[in-house]
C-alpha cells in the first residue's frame, strides 16, 4: 500500500520535487506550498493521510524503491520513476488507494476515528454489563461526546449496539477481507482490547506503514459512504456531526485575504502584520488556490496571465524556473505561482484522480 | 468518629480494610499529620481517597508520576467518583485554565509538583479550604529530590500558604534514613509515623549469572517456556525492551509485547489494557509500566536490567503477587551490567571538574548584566543534561545566586564553588553507594530475603513458599501455570460479532475489571 502511494506520487510530481514535498504531503503540513503541491500535481487523496510519519520511515521506502530500480534521484535531489518504477505504477491496483480524501478528511478522521473506538467500547461494555472499564480513548471532547450520545439512548443501549454492528458489518462488506480484518482487530469492546499497530503488523504480515494506511483507507471509505447515504447510517453519521469539511486556507493566509478585499496593498499589509514580503506573497497564492473566485488581476495584467499559461503548456512542466526563463524574467516567480494557483481552478487536469 | 466502613462499602464497595489502612485514615480525620511506609500494592491511594470523600474541604495529593496520577483519575471515575480530576502538564492550555478556574468544585485534586509553582493556582486554593494536603512518593524529597525534584523540597512552602491543612506523607520505600528526611524537608518533625512490613511472604528470589546479554535471553526463554504464567520482565533502555520483545515473539507459544514511554498514546493504552485483561502473556517493559496498573495475578517479574537502588527493585518485585498466591523474582545478570545504572548516575548528577566551568558561564550573565536564558539554551551551551542543570540551578536559587531568570550574586564566589563542589561529591557518593547496595544484593549469597528487606524494618517475616537461591529455591524446578485463555485467529465478522458481544465463541471466560488499588 505504502509503495503503491508513494509510486503513485512520484509519477505524478514527474521529477518536480524532492522527497520532502512527499513527506509534507503525507504529513499534511499545512504550508501554501504543501497545499499548492496537493492540488497542481491532483494529490490531494494523500494530504495528510500518515501524519504520525516519520521521516526515516520514508526514507526506508525510497532506499528500498531505489533499490528495486523503481526510481532515481537527479542531482537536484528530485524523484522520478525508472522504467521499471513506470511499469510497477502501472500495475497498482487503483481500487486499493481509491477512497483516499486527504485533503477533505484530513481533520475530521481522528475525530471521527477517537469517537467511533469510544463509542464501541463504552456501549458493548455497558449492554454486556461490563460497567467499569478504562476508556482507551484519553481526551476529554471525545468522552464528553460519547456521554452525550449514551444519555441519549439510554435505555435502548441494546438496540443501538445492535444497529451500529450493522452499519460496520455492511460498510465492511464493502472492503478487503484485509481492510476490514485489520479494522475490527484495532476495535475494543466488550472485554476483548484492539491491537496496537504493532500487532496488527505481525498478526498481518503487514508492514507497520501499510498498517497505518489501511486504517486511514478505511476511515476514508466510511466517511464517503457514510455522508453519501447518511439515513443507512444513522449512528456512523452521528459520529461526524459537528465535522466539517477542512478548511483548505490556513489561518494566517485568510487573514491576509480579508486585508486584499478591503483592497489593502501588499506594502500595506506586510506593515500592518509585521510580516514579510514573501509571506504576504505565500499567502496569497494559498488564498488563490482554494478560493477560485479570487481576482488575481490586480497582481498580473489578464495578457500576463495568458503568456504564461501557454508557456507551461508548451514546456509541459509546472517547474518555476522553466517558466520564469522561458519567459525571459519578464514575470515574478510570485506572478507566475498566483496564475498557476488561480487558473488550476479551470483546467481539465486539475481534479483530482481519488 | 465516622463509620468508616460504612463510607468504605459505599464509596469503593469494599467491606473490610486492609492493613494499616484504617489507623492512618483515623489519625488523618484527627488531624493528625502522618508519615506512611505502605508497600506497593496494599492500598495506599485509599488512604486518602476516603478522607476525601467524607471531608468538607478539598484534599491535594502531590505526584510526581503523571501517569499514575492519570490512571488514578481514570480508575476513580469509573467507579463513579466524579469530583476528582488531575492537574498536570499533560493538559492543554484551555483544558489547564478551565480546570483551574473551576478547581474548588473538586474534593480531590492530583496535581504535579511543578503546578504547584503556579501562583494562580495557589490563590485559587487559598479560596476554598484545604483540609488534606498529601505527598505521594513522599521519598522524592530524599532520594531524587535534590536533583530533579526541586519542586518536592518547595512543598512546606506551598502548605503554610495553603493554611496549614493536615499532611500526609505516603511512600513505599523508605528506609529509616530517608523517613526522617522527609520529616524534616517538610518541616514537620512531630510526624507521626506509620510503618507497615514490606516483605513479601508469598515471593521466592533468584540471581542468575550469566555471561553475555544472548544467554540472558536464552534464560529467559527456558524460564517462560516452562511457565506459563503472567510475565513482567524489565528493561532500563526501549531498545533492549523492543529487541527482546521481538525475540520472544518468535517463540510462538506466549504473547509477548513492549511497552515504554516512547509509544503512541493509545497503542500504549492497548498494552497496558491487553494485560490487565490476560491478553498478553509477557510484557516487556521499562520502569514507565506499572504505575498505577494492578494486576493481582503477575507470577514471575524478571530484571534483564537491574535498577540503580534497592528501593526500586522491591517495588518493581512489588508488582507480583498481589493475590497472596506464590510468584518468582529472577534478575539475570552479566559481569558488566553495573555499567548501564553508572551512566544513568554520569547524566544525573554533574561532574566535579566542572562545576567551576559552569559557575564561570554563568558568571558571564552576570558581568553583561544579561538574564540567564531558556533552560534549553543554556544546558546546550553548557552541554548538561536535564537533570544536571536542575541541580546546578537549584542549588544556586538555594544560595541566592540566581532569581528566576536574575543572576543577582557572583556565582563563582570561592565558598560558593567549594559548597557546591561539595554537594556534587556527596551526591555522587550517595547515587554510588546506592548503587552499591544493588549490586551487594546480586553478590550476596545468604539469605537474599533478609538482605533485602531488612534494612527497611527489623523483623522479616517467614516466607510461605521457598525462600530464595541462598536457602532453598530452584528456579529450574520452578512450573506455574495459569488456566489461559483460547484465542483463535478469526474472521473479520467473528471479531467485530466478538467485540459487539454479538455472537462468536466468547474469548473471555472469566469476566476481568479493573479494579482499584485499595
Known amino acids: 500500500m505504502f509503495e503503491a502511494i508513494l509510486l503513485t506520487c512520484v509519477h505524478h510530481i514527474q521529477a518536480e520535487r524532492t522527497i520532502s514535498g512527499i513527506y509534507h504531503l503525507l504529513t499534511g503540513k499545512r504550508s501554501s506550498q504543501t497545499m499548492q503541491d496537493a492540488k497542481g500535481y491532483a494529490l490531494e487523496g494523500f494530504f495528510g493521510i500518515y501524519k504520525s510519519l516519520e521521516r526515516h520511515q520514508l526514507d526506508h521506502y525510497f532506499n528500498q524503491l531505489e533499490q528495486k530500480g523503481m526510481i532515481e534521484t537527479n542531482d537536484q535531489q528530485f524523484v522520478h520513476l525508472t522504467e521499471v518504477g513506470e511499469k510497477g505504477y502501472q500495475e497498482i491496483d487503483a481500487s486499493a488507494i481509491a477512497y483516499f480524501q486527504g485533503l477533505t478528511y484530513h481533520q475530521m478522521t481522528p475525530v471521527f476515528e477517537k469517537r467511533l473506538l469510544l463509542l464501541v467500547q463504552t456501549m458493548t461494555n455497558i449492554t454486556n454489563n461490563r460497567r467499569s472499564f478504562i476508556p482507551i480513548i484519553d481526551d476529554a471532547p471525545t468522552q464528553s461526546w460519547v456521554r452525550g450520545i449514551y444519555a441519549s439512548y439510554q435505555g435502548q443501549t441494546d438496540s443501538f449496539v445492535d444497529s451500529l454492528h450493522e452499519e460496520l458489518h455492511t460498510l465492511l462488506s464493502g472492503r478487503t477481507t484485509r481492510e476490514a480484518y485489520v479494522f475490527s482487530s484495532r476495535l475494543t469492546g466488550n472485554g476483548v482490547i484492539g491491537l496496537t499497530y504493532e500487532q496488527l503488523s505481525t498478526e498481518s504480515g503487514l508492514s507497520k506503514e501499510d498498517v497505518h494506511l489501511y486504517l486511514q483507507h478505511v476511515y476514508h471509505y466510511l466517511l464517503q459512504k457514510v455522508r453519501q447515504y447518511p439515513s443507512s447510517f444513522p449512528i456512523l453519521s452521528q459520529c461526524i456531526e459537528g465535522l466539517g469539511d477542512s478548511t483548505l486556507i490556513t489561518q494566517s493566509a485568510n487573514r491576509t485575504y480579508y486585508y486584499i478585499k478591503l483592497g489593502w496593498t501588499i506594502d500595506e499589509i506586510m506593515k500592518k502584520r509585521r510580516l514579510k514580503k514573501s509571506t504576504i506573497q505565500d499567502h ?9 473566485d479570487f481576482s488575481i488581476d490586480s497582481f498580473i495584467s489578464i495578457e500576463g496571465q495568458s503568456l504564461i499559461l501557454s508557456m507551461t503548456e508548451s514546456l509541459e512542466t509546472k517547474r518555476l524556473k522553466q517558466i520564469h526563463q522561458g519567459l525571459n524574467g519578464e514575470f ?10 488561480h487558473h488550476q481552478h479551470f483546467s481539465k487536469e486539475g481534479t483530482s484522480y481519488a | 468518629m465516622h463509620d468508616l466502613t460504612h463510607y468504605l462499602e459505599q464509596t469503593f464497595g469494599y467491606s473490610t480494610f486492609r492493613e494499616g489502612q484504617r489507623t492512618i485514615i483515623e489519625d488523618v480525620l484527627r488531624g493528625d499529620d502522618v508519615l506512611g511506609i505502605l508497600p506497593t500494592g496494599t492500598g495506599k491511594s485509599l488512604c486518602y481517597q476516603l478522607p476525601a470523600q467524607i471531608q468538607e474541604g478539598i484534599t491535594v495529593v502531590v505526584s510526581p508520576l503523571i501517569s499514575l496520577m492519570i490512571d488514578q483519575v481514570k480508575q476513580l471515575k469509573s467507579q463513579g467518583y466524579k469530583s476528582v480530576i488531575a492537574l498536570n502538564s499533560f493538559m492543554d492550555r484551555e483544558q489547564r485554565m478551565n480546570a ?40 522524592c524529597i530524599s532520594q531524587w529530590g535534590h536533583e530533579f525534584r526541586t519542586d518536592y523540597l518547595k ?8 493554611g496549614d491543612p493536615t499532611v500526609l506523607a505516603l511512600s513505599a520505600t523508605a528506609t529509616p534514613e530517608v523517613q526522617e528526611d522527609i520529616k524534616e524537608k517538610l518541616n514537620r518533625p512531630e510526624m507521626k509515623q506509620l510503618i507497615y512490613p514490606m516483605d513479601k511472604p508469598n515471593i521466592s528470589f533468584a540471581v542468575r549469572h550469566v555471561s553475555s546479554p544472548g544467554e540472558k535471553v536464552k534464560q529467559i526463554k527456558q524460564v517462560i517456556a516452562k511457565n506459563d504464567a503472567p510475565t513482567m520482565i524489565y528493561f532500563s533502555s526501549r531498545q533492549w525492551a523492543e529487541r527482546v520483545a521481538a525475540e520472544l515473539q518468535q517463540i510462538g507459544t506466549r504473547r509477548v509485547a513492549f511497552y515504554h514511554g516512547g509509544m503512541e498514546q493509545t497503542d500504549r493504552m492497548l498494552v497496558q489494557q491487553q494485560f490487565m485483561n490476560d491478553q498478553l502473556d509477557v510484557i516487556c517493559c521499562t520502569s514507565a509500566f506499572g504505575m498505577g496498573v494492578d494486576k493481582k495475578n503477575i507470577r514471575l517479574v524478571i530484571h534483564y536490567h537491574f535498577p540503580a537502588q534497592l528501593e526500586s527493585f522491591i517495588q ?49 550573565y552576570r558581568s553583561s548584566n544579561e538574564p540567564l536564558p531558556e533552560d534549553e539554551l543554556v544546558r546546550e551551551r553548557l552541554r548538561l543534561s536535564e537533570s544536571q542543570w536542575n541541580f546546578i540551578k537549584y542549588q544556586l536559587e538555594e544560595r541566592g545566586v540566581i532569581d528566576g531568570r536574575e543572576v543577582i550574586n557572583k556565582p563563582d564566589h570561592p565558598h560558593v564553588v567549594r559548597d557546591i563542589i561539595q554537594v ?48 532453598s529455591f530452584d528456579i529450574d524446578a520452578l512450573e506455574l501455570s495459569t488456566q489461559k485463555k483460547k484465542s483463535s485467529t478469526r474472521t473479520w465478522e467473528e471479531r467485530l460479532a466478538l467485540v459487539f458481544g454479538r455472537g462468536g465463541n466468547h474469548e473471555t471466560s472469566s469476566r476481568n475489571h479493573p479494579t482499584n488499588e485499595r
Open chain 2, 100 to 139: 483551574m478556574k473551576n478547581v474548588t468544585r473538586y474534593k480531590l485534586i492530583y496535581v504535579s509538583p511543578e503546578m504547584l509553582q503556579n501562583d494562580w493556582l495557589i490563590e485559587r486554593l487559598q479560596q476554598a479550604t484545604v483540609d488534606l494536603f498529601v505527598i505521594d512518593e513522599a521519598h
Open chain 2, 155 to 162: 512543598l512546606h512552602r506551598v502548605i503554610h500558604q495553603l
Open chain 2, 424 to 471: 556534587v561529591q556527596e551526591r555522587w557518593h550517595y547515587k554510588q553507594s546506592k548503587l552499591k547496595e544493588m549490586i551487594d544484593w546480586i553478590h550476596h549469597t545468604e539469605c537474599r530475603r533478609e538482605a533485602l528487606y531488612r534494612p527497611f524494618q527489623d523483623e522479616v517475616r517467614t516466607p510461605i513458599v521457598a525462600c530464595c537461591d541462598a536457602c
Open chain 1, 332 to 341: 515574478s516567480y510570485f506572478q507566475i505561482r498566483l496564475t498557476l494557483a
Open chain 2, 316 to 364: 518493581e518485585v512489588g508488582r507480583a503477587g498481589r493475590d497472596g498466591h506464590p510468584c518468582v523474582s529472577l534478575v539475570l545478570h552479566t559481569a558488566k551490567d553495573h555499567l548501564l545504572p553508572q551512566m544513568l548516575i554520569e547524566s544525573e548528577v554533574p561532574e566535579k571538574a566542572d562545576v567551576n566551568h559552569i559557575l564561570s558561564h554563568i558568571n558571564g
Open chain 1, 284 to 292: 496569497l497564492v494559498e488564498a488563490a488556490l482554494v478560493i477560485p
